[in-house]
């Protein structure tokens, strides 16, 4: 019981937080500078991670315009995600690079994958791929939905790269020049 009430309380605390997001106010814009921001997102994932190897692999000096506690959401998601699908041993890795006045963000594993038929689907409110191991593990099938709706309403975008038995690569693009305006999420 204690669990159900943990997944429901979760599932509120997110959609909660879908509701804002769409609502487009809740964006606290500040100067981020990237690689104290990736620092200290390593530091509190620390703990998730169990005994998956975790790697950051440092890119250019940056400084981005975002608000640092959704975007830190963002990466708690992914590399949560990554490590519900990464076998103790794995490895997951968080790395950044600049391309075309932009900086691109990618956190990737080197897990089972995405299948195929569930690929088109991630970004999809409720979705879960495989339903038992999420529902075992507490998933409610709105983490890759909130981030979808958080890089965007930073006016970028997000992509995956897959391959079943092999892993998967979240490459998130975020503008350099700063957001010209919040834009009205979904």
Same mark, same amino acid.
């Given at each position: ?6 997944r ?5 605390d ?30 509190q994932?620390?703990?998730?991670? #169990? @005994? ?10 940056? *400084?981005?315009?975002?608000?640092? @506690? ?8 992914? $590399? ?11 490895? $997951? !890795? ?17 897990? !089972? #994958? ?14 879960r ?7 075992? *593990? ?44 919040? *834009?009205?999420l979904?």
């Amino acid at each position: 019981m204690h669990h159900e009430v943990t997944r429901l309380n979760r599932l509120t605390d997110q959609l909660l937080a879908l509701t804002r997001l769409e609502a487009s106010d809740v964006i606290n814009l500040q100067s981020i500078d990237l690689a104290d921001f990736i620092e200290d997102v390593s530091r509190q994932v620390k703990y998730i991670i #169990g @005994d998956r190897e975790f790697k950051v692999i440092q890119g250019p000096d940056v *400084q981005l315009h975002g608000d640092p @506690d959704l975007l830190a959401q963002v990466f708690f998601n992914l $590399i949560d995600n990554a490590v519900q699908h990464t076998d103790p041993g794995g490895s $997951i !890795e968080l790395r950044w690079n600049v391309a075309e006045r932009a900086v691109v963000i990618s956190v990737s594993d080197n897990g !089972e #994958g995405i299948a195929a038929e569930d690929l088109p689907h991630i970004f999809e409110r409720f979705y879960r791929g495989d339903r038992s191991r999420s529902r075992r *593990q507490g998933g409610t099938g709105l983490g890759l939905t909130i981030v979808q709706a958080i890089v965007q309403a930073h006016q970028g975008k997000i992509e995956v790269h897959t391959q079943p038995d092999h892993g998967t690569r979240f490459d998130i693009t975020l503008p350099l020049d700063g957001l010209k305006s919040i *834009q009205r999420l979904m």
